[in-house]
């Protein structure tokens, strides 16, 4: 672990009650926070320094969970002198994006979240929910209960390759929102399943469906990255099907994927929403470059 230097003094020993640690509710795992030059950092919780007993907030950078930070506790959120006047050094950061959820503890929506972050995840992660969380927000879509509790959800349980993960991710939801009426809980465990073959059967699933594609739409070098993405969660699990390794692996990841995707484009559309109306070209583009390149790979 370390700590990123901010150009800050260095902060005096600790000679504090060592029994004190902070008692900030924001301090738990996956709480987002914002250092105030910017940068965007997920707590992990809070520790102690092993040579004094210090209490110490420890974190991770949004662009690379890989590295833990850490830093004394009354430091973390201290105020700082800036030309807008005292800010904390680092402040909670909520998504205002996330509001839709507020029916929920946050703690509640941490959790799910948390189970996003396990490292074979790359495609099916805590980015990929936060976004379709965003972008309902940025195109001014306003998700229901059971729409948020199904975003929130869907991905919840995934292992490569199971034939079960929107079926657990759909039972998850009752201990999620344990309180919450069960009209709502049982609309937003059928959008779930409705996930697996993307196709909708109940009221609002067809913009969780719209929501859970979205990155076909990105541009170009975003959506080869998700497919590295996609590669890398099943990279396993195919060489073990497959006995293939290195680039012919990879040609039968891509030729997979082209099949997958060709027979999604056969639909007549693949966004059913009006908000969404617009991903359409870009997808469907994106599409035929994957196809073609799979094509190509395999002359």
């Given at each position: 672990?370390?700590?990123?230097?901010?150009?800050?003094?260095?902060?005096?020993?600790?000679?504090?009650?060592?029994?004190?640690?902070?008692?900030?509710?924001?301090?738990?795992?996956?709480?987002?926070?914002?250092?105030?030059?910017?940068?965007?950092?997920?707590?992990?919780?809070?520790g102690r320094f092993e040579a004094d007993l210090a209490p110490v907030v420890v974190y991770r950078a949004m662009r690379d969970?890989?590295?833990?930070?850490?830093?004394?506790?009354?430091?973390?959120?201290?105020?700082?002198?800036?030309?807008?006047?005292?800010?904390?050094?680092?402040?909670?950061?909520?998504?205002?994006?996330?509001?839709?959820?507020?029916?929920?503890?946050?703690?509640?929506?941490?959790?799910?979240?948390?189970?996003?972050?396990?490292?074979?995840?790359?495609?099916?992660?805590?980015?990929?929910?936060?976004?379709?969380?965003?972008?309902?927000?940025?195109?001014?879509?306003?998700?229901?209960?059971?729409?948020?509790?199904?975003?929130?959800?869907?991905?919840?349980?995934?292992?490569?390759?199971?034939?079960?993960?929107?079926?657990?991710?759909?039972?998850?939801?009752?201990?999620?929102?344990?309180?919450?009426?069960?009209?709502?809980?049982?609309?937003?465990?059928?959008?779930?399943?409705?996930?697996?073959?993307?196709?909708?059967?109940?009221?609002?699933a067809d913009t969780v469906l719209d929501l859970d594609l979205l990155r076909l739409a990105a541009p170009p070098d975003v959506?080869?990255?998700?497919?590295?993405?996609?590669?890398?969660?099943?990279?396993?699990?195919?060489?073990?099907?497959?006995?293939?390794?290195?680039?012919?692996?990879?040609?039968?990841?891509?030729?997979?994927?082209?099949?997958?995707?060709?027979?999604?484009?056969?639909?007549?559309?693949?966004?059913?929403?009006?908000?969404?109306?617009?991903?359409?070209?870009?997808?469907?583009?994106?599409?035929?470059?994957?196809?073609?390149?799979?094509?190509?790979?395999?002359?």
């Amino acid at each position: 672990m370390t700590q990123p230097p901010d150009n800050a003094a260095a902060a005096p020993a600790f000679h504090g009650d060592p029994s004190e640690l902070p008692a900030d509710p924001d301090l738990v795992y996956g709480m987002p926070y914002r250092h105030y030059k910017g940068g965007a950092y997920t707590a992990v919780g809070i520790g102690r320094f092993e040579a004094d007993l210090a209490p110490v907030v420890v974190y991770r950078a949004m662009r690379d969970p890989s590295l833990l930070w850490v830093r004394r506790a009354d430091v973390f959120s201290e105020p700082v002198a800036t030309p807008q006047g005292a800010v904390p050094r680092f402040a909670p950061d909520w998504p205002a994006a996330l509001a839709c959820l507020d029916f929920l503890p946050r703690q509640a929506v941490l959790d799910v979240l948390s189970l996003h972050d396990t490292p074979y995840r790359r495609y099916h992660d805590r980015r990929h929910i936060l976004e379709m969380f965003e972008a309902a927000h940025a195109r001014g879509v306003a998700l229901d209960r059971a729409q948020a509790l199904a975003v929130l959800c869907h991905d919840a349980v995934y292992v490569a390759g199971c034939e079960h993960n929107e079926a657990a991710s759909a039972a998850m939801i009752d201990s999620v929102a344990p309180d919450e009426a069960r009209a709502v809980l049982e609309r937003a465990a059928q959008i779930v399943l409705d996930t697996r073959g993307h196709r909708p059967s109940c009221a609002g699933a067809d913009t969780v469906l719209d929501l859970d594609l979205l990155r076909l739409a990105a541009p170009p070098d975003v959506f080869d990255s998700h497919s590295q993405d996609v590669f890398a969660e099943n990279r396993a699990l195919l060489a073990a099907r497959t006995g293939l390794q290195g680039d012919a692996l990879w040609a039968e990841f891509m030729r997979r994927r082209a099949a997958f995707l060709s027979q999604l484009a056969r639909r007549p559309q693949l966004f059913l929403t009006a908000p969404f109306a617009d991903c359409e070209a870009p997808a469907r583009a994106n599409i035929a470059r994957s196809v073609a390149a799979a094509e190509a790979a395999g002359d």
